[in-house]
């Protein structure tokens, strides 16, 4: 669906409700994700404004730099996504505007889901915010997480860093025992807290060639 058409059904119109996921890089390095729900301002013909009344301390403040944003909303239950650029940053009082890009396509998201098999062995793995629902073509930095689990449909894993549906990583890492490192592509689809500091996420492999799927279902057949 493009925007246009979008705005004919009132899909998107102002002081409707929709929904930002913002991912980048801290100050300090570390990833940045955000997500809260706006209220759409105004529409012009090449950008939109969106507004958040803010309760406490102003979420961009550690922000150093935005790698992509999703912006989202729900129709009849279905939702709608694309991304958009960041044309301005306000603060006014206590209200935060934001200026978006207007993008070319909305798109319509359906969800899976699959068993997963256990690993024997912990292992290390790589992780790189590449997107959401999808690849960006910006990169977010990297971060280590424990590899819990895995299959040909998708694995787990623990980290320090706060992650959430429907992020999009890049996995690397090697499994104890095969020839090769791997790097694969995934949808986080579940967060849970593991302890106090560190969290599990549950991820579906996306845009991963099928003979690697193959070769990990081959893997977790042998060591399970």
Not at 69 to 78: L, T, V
Request: glycine share 6%; proline share 4%; net charge negative.
């Amino acid at each position: 669906m493009d925007w246009n058409k979008a705005l004919e059904l009132a899909y998107i119109a102002p002081n409707t409700e929709c929904h930002l996921i913002i991912v980048g890089e801290c100050k300090d390095g570390q990833p940045f994700c955000y997500e809260e729900n706006f209220s759409i301002d105004k529409i012009g013909d090449t950008s939109f404004t969106v507004c958040l009344e803010l309760s406490g301390i102003f979420p961009f403040d550690k922000l150093e730099h935005i790698s992509f944003i999703e912006f989202s909303f729900k129709d009849r239950g279905i939702l709608f996504y694309a991304y958009v650029d960041l044309i301005q940053l306000e603060l006014k009082k206590t209200i935060c505007y934001l200026s978006l890009s207007i993008p070319e396509e909305i798109h319509h998201h359906q969800n899976r889901r699959y068993s997963r098999v256990k690993l024997s062995l912990r292992t290390p793995i790589t992780l790189r915010i590449v997107g959401i629902r999808g690849i960006s073509a910006s990169k977010g930095v990297a971060f280590s997480g424990q590899l819990l689990d895995i299959s040909a449909s998708g694995l787990s894993f623990v980290t320090t860093n706060r992650l959430f549906f429907p992020l999009f990583l890049e996995f690397s890492f090697i499994l104890p025992g095969y020839p090769h490192p791997i790097t694969a592509y995934g949808e986080i689809i579940r967060v849970t807290n593991f302890s106090n500091d560190s969290y599990r996420v549950a991820a579906e492999f996306r845009h991963t060639p099928e003979s690697m799927l193959q070769d990990i279902d081959k893997y977790c057949s042998i060591t399970s």
